[in-house]
């Protein structure tokens, strides 16, 4: 038996904010995710920030393989300098946007195959319910729980992500990723921007 129990509960002077709502499948074996966007008038936008290199960036072949030649390359191109601390900036400069333009094109790749996922996972879910006694339901659902192991893996990212960012010294072993690392990025954010 299935029913649906996803909707969100707003009080009247909220209702006015609310910009977005959407069901999204989850991680969960047997519920799906709810989003709420709101929108608050007067809000000052958040800028780029600060930089911080991500070390689990070290452990992607990938990234290590493009810094290895873009090192070389910037060793010859500022090969002309004397001055070993200008020509040291001059390597952490280029190094430093070689790894921002990867990170960001990473995470929008990221970003797109996880909406692919939930796409896939809506699709699929439906196919599952509306055919429950198909000859090739196993199939189907061995793909369902392939692509939730993946999007499992992709917030377990996104949540060790989270704990880098909060600045967070230790995490005990097997320790859930819950809503406390980002609301630990999102204090520090705060505590740091300047009106």
């Not at 990212?157 to 880098?164: L, P, S, V």
Request: include cysteine; aromatic fraction near 12%; proline fraction near 2%.
């Amino acid at each position: 038996m299935k029913s649906r129990l996803d909707f969100f509960l707003v009080a009247k002077n909220l209702t006015r904010s609310v910009k977005k709502i959407e069901i999204y499948p989850s991680i969960a074996p047997d519920h799906a995710a709810i989003y709420i966007s709101l929108s608050w008038q007067g809000k000052t936008p958040r800028g780029p920030g600060l930089w911080k290199f991500n070390n689990t960036l070290l452990k992607d072949e990938q990234y290590v393989a493009m810094i290895r030649d873009t090192y070389t390359q910037a060793r010859s191109y500022y090969s002309h300098l004397t001055d070993k601390r200008l020509f040291s900036e001059m390597m952490k400069m280029e190094i430093r946007t070689a790894s921002i333009s990867y990170a960001k094109s990473k995470a929008k790749s990221t970003y797109h195959r996880e909406q692919e996922i939930k796409r896939q996972l809506d699709h699929l879910d439906v196919f599952i319910c509306n055919n429950l006694f198909s000859g090739h339901i196993d199939q189907v659902s061995q793909e369902y729980d392939n692509l939730k192991t993946e999007l499992r893996s992709n917030y377990e990212d996104k949540g060790k992500q989270a704990m880098f960012r909060a600045k967070c010294r230790w995490v005990e072993n097997g320790e859930c990723l819950t809503k406390y690392f980002f609301n630990l990025e999102k204090r520090n954010y705060n505590k740091n921007y300047t009106r």
